[in-house]
């Protein structure tokens, strides 16, 4: 039997919203692997099994894959979202640079729906033009680079995603990244909050900055901040395509 690794993206929750790619993969898969909540996604089946594990066991867990795809195992890592934002696949690629010896084995990612994607569909459309994608936690870099990061892409007037915007174990940082936001803007800028989007527990809030506060946000939300030319229409939140012009 031939091995492999394969990562692949969940989507946001709602399980009409995993593509057909991924639920053939799951259903060839002989192992998945991947954090408790998201290795929960998967009904168990014979032949099967679960490798459920801890959130910063990421490289642990991309060396684990590659071993079981070296047995002849087919391995499927999952995500929630898509594989390639902030997750798993750039972990398995950390771990492939240090063991040449699995450079041959069979690898795919498989794109999902990522939650900036999913939730931006919810709100109208808040990324009709340019924008970027941060992640809030300091985990893997410094909050002074997130810091930066902010700034420039504020001068930039760039429309924003934010993943990982606040936890229990940093409850505080998001309120410094609010006040950034106000100094940089002002206090009319539109600012969404979309919790467990496509899930049962779905909200989505949309205030101003100078109405947001840092208890909008915890680890299941999605926050999208507009560029300046971010209106609402109706119930909707849009961003019109053509330039502004504005940075
Ligand atoms: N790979 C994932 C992101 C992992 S980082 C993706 O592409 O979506 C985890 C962060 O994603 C969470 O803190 C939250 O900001 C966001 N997120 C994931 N699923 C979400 C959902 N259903 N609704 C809102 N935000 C979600």
Known sequence: MTGSVTVAGLGPGDPHLVTPEVTAALAQATDILGYVPYVARIAPREGLTLHPSDNREELARANHALDLAARGRRAVIVSSGDPGVFAMASALFEALEAAPHHHDLQ????????????????????????????????????????????????????????????????????????????????????????????????????????????????????????????????????????AQGAA
């Open 107 to 242: 690898i795919a990612i498989l794109p999902g729906i990522t939650a900036m994607l999913a939730a931006a569909a919810k709100l109208g459309a808040p990324l009709g033009h340019d924008f970027c994608a941060i992640n809030l936690s300091d985990n893997l870099k410094p909050f002074a680079l997130i810091e930066h990061r902010l700034r420039m892409a504020a001068r930039g007037d760039f429309a924003m995603g934010f993943y990982n915007p606040r936890s229990a174990s940093r409850p505080h940082q998001f309120a410094r990244v609010l006040e950034i936001l106000r100094e940089e803007y002002g206090d009319d800028r539109l600012i969404s909050f979309a919790r467990a989007v496509s899930t049962p527990q779905e909200t989505i809030t949309t205030v101003t900055l100078g109405e947001a506060r840092p208890e909008m946000a915890d680890m299941r939300t999605l926050v999208i901040l507009g560029n300046s030319a971010t209106r609402r229409v109706g119930r909707w939140v849009y961003t019109p395509r053509s």
